[in-house]
């Protein structure tokens, strides 16, 4: 169901933006609509393309830092939003299926917890974080390549927005060269070499673990006194309204769209789209503790259906910044409104007729 989840994350992208449109216009109209259009990509896509556009946004307007941090601030209560509720919505579902009280410990299980002590302890503890480390570094390299490359052939596409775009979206380049890697060491192993040593979930979930706490940390930091007595009010009404809104949405047609492992995509997709992919992976396994659901696959592949699915819906999301110093900024503003509003009524109409009928391509 990749390109169901593809076309779910796509229209609440499209919702959230759509909220944050239709709250500036009838609660903010002093302010430029794009502040509240942030919430899609603060939530959606976290700090690092929230900020990225909305730096683009700056440059353009002629602001200094508003937008960029208060793309930051969305990024933030997203992180808060999805880790509070997404905690509570856990419980509520782990007592629903009978997992809040922890399994005694069994041969079985014993026996696997000890494998896994062995194979950190193959080669030493800090040899094992060094070769995670090696391994991370080369993936981001590839990255940092692949970006250098595009900077300087599509570098001053419509005035670096285009760029500043892909930039924002440098995880998933990441994510794609790491399932490469996944799939190589597979084929290894399958040929009979021992490659275990080369992945190791262990120090994986611990980086992973302090890079999600440098992220927050990096996001507080940007925030000032003097940003929060212009947009704080408006930033905390937007983040609640879109937050409550979100986690209903994907209920309803998580429910809808997914005969199986209903909740698992629903808590998964409900942490990604209030923070990152690492957030929903991370409130997956308080349901799915060892990831035996397809649910975690399907959602990194679904957000990578979801960035071609989302292309026109970030022509949208622009045309209030290009149109700014316009005639008429409201009229373009209630085209993206409404644009938002078709996309994500489009895509909802198409997942339910899906899910409906059973499709499972």
Do not use: H
């Not at 939003?81 to 629903?96: D, E, L």
């Not at 390299?141 to 001053?156: A, K, N, Q, Y």
């Not at 924002?168 to 994510?175: A, E, S, Y």
């Amino acid at each position: 169901k990749i390109w169901s989840t593809g076309m779910l994350i796509t229209s609440t992208y499209s919702l959230q933006a759509m909220l944050g449109i239709l709250l500036v216009l009838v609660f903010f109209s002093q302010n430029f609509v794009g502040s509240g259009m942030l919430v899609a990509l603060g939530f959606g896509q976290g700090p690092g393309l929230a900020y990225s556009i909305g730096n683009v946004w700056d440059n353009m307007i002629g602001t200094e830092r508003i937008f960029s941090v208060l793309g930051i601030s969305y990024a933030l209560l997203g992180f808060l939003f999805g880790g509070t509720i997404g905690v509570m919505m856990i419980n509520m579902i782990a007592r629903k299926k009978g997992l809040d009280k922890p399994k005694s410990f069994t041969e079985e299980s014993t026996s696997k917890i000890n494998v896994e002590i062995d194979t950190i302890k193959e080669i030493s503890l800090l040899d094992g974080l060094t070769t995670q480390g090696v391994i991370i570094s080369i993936i981001y390299s590839m990255v940092w390549l692949i970006l250098i490359i595009l900077e300087r052939t599509i570098g001053d596409l419509a005035g670096g927005a285009v760029f500043g775009l892909i930039k924002g979206f440098n995880f998933i380049i990441g994510i794609m060269i790491a399932l490469l890697y996944k799939k190589m060491l597979r084929r290894f192993e399958r040929n009979g070499k021992n490659i275990r040593f080369m992945t190791n979930n262990y120090m994986l979930s611990n980086i992973a673990s302090a890079s999600f706490n440098v992220m927050i940390t990096g996001a507080v930091l940007t925030i000032t006194l003097e940003f929060l007595s212009a947009y704080g009010f408006q930033l905390i009404v937007t983040a609640i309204i879109a937050g409550l809104v979100t986690m209903f949405y994907l209920r309803y047609m998580t429910s809808k769209v997914y005969p199986n492992y209903s909740d698992e995509y629903f808590i998964g997709l409900f942490g990604m789209l209030t923070g990152v992919a690492s957030t929903g992976l991370a409130l997956l396994k308080g349901v799915d503790p060892n990831l035996e659901t397809p649910v975690a696959e399907e959602m990194v592949l679904g957000s990578g259906t979801a960035i071609t699915m989302a292309l026109p819906l970030f022509g949208i999301l622009f045309i209030p910044s290009l149109t700014y110093q316009s005639g008429n900024p409201l009229l373009w503003s209630l085209v993206s409104l409404f644009g938002c509003l078709l996309y994500t009524t489009i895509f909802s109409i198409i997942l339910l007729i899906r899910g409906k009928r059973g499709v499972n391509v």
